[in-house]
């Protein structure tokens, strides 16, 4: 490939200060005050302590403090009014290479958020970026993209390239650790428009591809939870379905013809966006017969402020009339994420078999955050979540790589 200049690959790439104003979801709001600009700058300032404050995982970075460069810190104190406060916002919660800390607004082209709307798991693998799991039903699925193959370039430059360039329109230096990271908020492109990519399977040509946004692709219309017998088993599927209320009535009416014994398998391959505490525990609840233990937690946030730690361990009750006493399978995978990775440790804790790839691995539980003035909310891993064994939410490894998995 010809040696190309810096600016059109930022251009083409990563250069998030080119968002036009027409994208963003207030794009009406009348023109500021001064004083008014400078209560947004106000909390775009306030960004860095407040991640130095609250986040749950410092011990990522060098030094122990959000990473943020002079480009970052100059934007900060460009922003004049909720679009380029959010538009900032957008940027330094990137520096925290962690899928897991968004903000609670966005533009109609942002990147997309991984893994909710991504559909291709890319880990770097030496020189090479790798595509470990593909997800089911997705565009890239129906394209013919497998694991294993390999994502040679991304928006027309070869990945490598784009990742750096990614890292360095922040005024951050590329690191191996954030390489992953920035490969799969480029594979899952912006929220509009198609991705353009390259693919190739093992010593096949490469092959050139234009895929939808998940954002843009349609989605057929599914239930919150879904069940069927296969063999000797009731299979129940979740369906990105854990942050809805309802889900436990339907979890509950998928369980109702369980029969005595019979083995139940728990399918959380498809809980990438989160959820509710209270729908998770009204799962489990179904497996249990007295209080048990089920997952540990810790604020870091109250002993920077107090010089306490704190730390509990949270239990699962049983459901009055609801109760299962059989065997129990839990299927996972990289679309199991954040509260879906939860109901998976906790289902691991109360002695369930839980089978399948690593999951999401995303970093604790959110906390919202509300600036001062704006009132833009930003979302950050506050918590941190672990087994009852003390191991960390994301780094625990299913024990058991299904072979029935379908």
Known sequence: MAAM???????????????PAAAAQDRDAAPVAVSEAERFRADARAIEPLVN????????????????????????ERVTDRRSLLLYAERALLALADHHA?????????WAIVPSYADLWIERSGDSYLIEAVRDGSPAQQAGV????????????????????FWRDLGLEPAPGRAAFAARILAAGRR??????????????PRALELPSLYAAPRAARPAVSADERGDALVVRIHDSLGDPATVAAFDAAMAPARPGQRVVIDLRDTPSGGNSNVARAILGWFVDRPTPFQIHSLPIEQRETGIARQWIEQVLPRAGKRHAGPVTVWVGRWTGSMGEGLAIAFDAIGARVTGNRMAGLLGAIHDHRLEHSGLIIKLPTERLMHVNGTSREAFVPRRRARDIR
């Open 5 to 19: 200049r810096p600016a059109p690959i930022l251009a083409a790439i990563v250069l998030a200060a080119a968002v």
């Open 53 to 76: 404050r609250a986040y749950a995982y410092l011990d990522r970075f060098d030094g122990g403090v959000m990473p943020v460069s002079a480009r970052l810190r100059a934007e900060a």
């Open 102 to 110: 968004i903000t609670g607004a966005s533009f109609a082209d942002s």
């Open 146 to 165: 497998k694991a294993g193959d390999r994502l040679v370039s991304v928006g027309g430059f070869a990945t490598q390239t784009a990742v750096d360039w």
């Open 192 to 205: 509009g428009p198609p991705r353009r990519m390259t693919i190739q399977t093992g010593a096949s040509p």
